[in-house]
C-alpha cells in the first residue's frame, strides 16, 4: 500500500473559550486530547462556517483535514488502496482523509486525539461531559474507539441499563469520534496488508473487531448530525439523499422517540417486572 505523507497543510482554528460548562469541568477539550481533526472538503463553505462557530462555541482548537478532496483524488494512490468494490469517490474520499488522520497522528506520537465529521453539532454542555468521559477512558485498557453521537440510532436492550458513562457497542456512525494511539497503530498495521473495500465507518468497525480494539459509547451522546437533523444535505448517505430536508428532520425526531425515549421506557418495566436480565 502507497503510503500516505504525514505532512499535512491544515488548517488552524481556535475560538475564545468562555461557554459556561467551562466553568463547571475546570478543564477544556484541548486538555484531554493532543489534537483536534475535522474532517472537510474544501468547498464546502457552508458546512466550514458552521463547524467553525462549533469549536469556537467550546473553545476548541482544531485542525482541518482538507486533503484527498474527491476531485482531487490521486488515481494511483486510490488503486493501492482499494479493493475491488462499488463505493463511490466521496466515499473513498472520506476513507482517505480518516487515513491520513491517523498516519499523521502516529508521526507525532498523539496519545489521544478527537475527530470530528464537518457536520457535527455538539450538546451544550459537551465540555463538562465530555471532561467526564475522557475521564473514564483514562481508566481503559489500551486499543479503545469512543463515540460520541448515535442519539437517533437503534440499540441493543443492555444500554439502556448500564450506568455509563461508556457502553460497549460497535459503532454506528463517526460523527465525532475518540481513539488512542494503540488503535491508530493497529489500523495503519492492518492496511499495510489488506486492501480497503468499506467506507470510514464500517473500515473502522470491521478494522477494530479484527485487530481487537474495543469500542464504547457513550450512554448519553453528546453530538449529532447536521445532516440528520436538516442542517445540510447529507453528502454520502444515498437513503437521506432521496428524501427532502423537512421529511429528514421528521425522521430524526421519530427515531429519536421510538429508538431512545420510548425504548428506554419499555426496556426499564421489562427490567423492573424481570423480563431483561440486569
Not at 502507497?2 to 473559550?17: A, H, Q
Not at 466515499?91 to 480518516?98: A, E, F, G, I, R
Not at 481513539?179 to 492496511?191: E, P, Q
Amino acid at each position: 500500500m502507497k503510503i500516505l505523507s504525514s505532512s499535512l497543510p491544515f488548517t488552524e482554528v481556535d475560538g475564545p473559550i468562555s461557554p459556561s460548562d467551562l466553568a463547571l469541568s475546570g478543564q477544556t477539550v484541548n486538555d484531554r486530547v493532543d489534537a483536534v481533526y475535522v474532517l472537510c472538503v474544501k468547498s464546502f463553505t457552508n458546512r466550514i462556517t458552521h463547524i467553525k462557530s462549533e469549536m469556537a462555541k467550546h473553545g476548541i482548537v482544531f485542525q482541518f483535514m482538507f486533503d484527498h478532496d474527491a476531485d482531487e483524488l490521486d488515481n494511483d494512490l486510490v488503486r493501492a488502496t482499494f479493493g475491488l468494490s462499488d463505493m463511490k469517490t466521496a466515499h473513498q474520499s472520506l476513507v482517505l482523509k480518516n487515513i491520513q488522520i491517523w498516519r499523521d497522528a502516529v508521526s507525532r506520537g498523539y496519545r489521544r486525539i478527537l475527530v470530528f465529521e464537518d457536520d457535527a453539532l455538539l450538546s451544550k454542555d459537551f465540555i463538562e461531559r465530555f471532561n467526564d468521559v475522557m475521564t473514564a477512558a483514562d481508566r481503559l485498557a489500551e486499543g479503545w474507539l469512543i463515540f460520541l453521537g448515535g442519539m437517533d440510532t437503534k440499540v441493543p436492550d443492555h444500554y439502556f441499563l448500564a450506568p455509563g458513562p461508556l457502553v460497549e457497542l460497535p459503532i454506528a456512525t463517526a460523527e465525532g469520534c475518540v481513539y488512542d494511539l494503540a488503535a491508530m497503530v493497529r489500523r495503519l498495521d492492518w492496511l499495510a496488508l489488506n486492501p480497503v473495500t468499506l467506507p470510514a465507518d464500517h473500515l473502522m468497525r470491521h478494522i477494530d473487531r479484527e485487530q481487537k480494539t474495543r469500542q464504547y459509547w457513550m450512554r448519553q451522546p453528546i453530538v449529532e448530525q447536521g445532516s440528520v437533523l436538516g442542517i445540510f444535505d447529507s453528502a454520502l448517505d444515498g437513503h437521506r439523499q432521496k428524501h427532502s430536508r423537512r421529511y429528514n428532520i421528521l425522521r430524526n425526531q421519530w427515531n429519536k422517540f421510538q429508538r431512545r425515549r420510548a425504548r428506554e421506557w419499555l426496556v426499564r418495566l421489562k427490567a423492573i417486572f424481570g423480563s431483561i436480565p440486569h
